[in-house]
């Protein structure tokens, strides 16, 4: 999968999630939007892990990182 498609993917499942499309991109942080919490950070690590079928590592569940080190995690073999 293509980086712009994979982001593109992240995004998407973001914006199902939290309701709304992220403000700065990848480079959206918790706090740049409403309502990203902790809830929405399990919802939003779980949400990634069953669109990609993949398992994350539980350090994405900690609150914190941007969407782009999702994509980064997912670029990985």
């Keep these: ?10 995004v998407s499942v ?3 999630v939290m309701g709304g499309a992220s403000v700065n991109g990848l480079d959206t942080l918790p706090e740049d939007a409403q ?3 902790s809830l ?3 919802r939003l690590f779980t949400a990634i892990e ?3 079928a993949r398992e994350l590592p ?3 569940m900690l609150i914190g990182p941007s969407l782009a080190a999702f994509v980064t ?5």
């Excluded at 995690?73 to 073999?77: Q, V």
């Design 14 to 16: 973001y914006t199902q």
């Design 40 to 42: 929405a950070q399990v």
């Design 1 to 10: 999968m293509e980086d712009q498609d994979l982001a593109e993917r992240v």
């Design 35 to 37: 309502g990203w919490d």
């Design 73 to 77: 995690e997912l670029k990985r073999p």
């Design 50 to 52: 069953r669109d990609f």
């Design 58 to 60: 539980r350090h994405l």
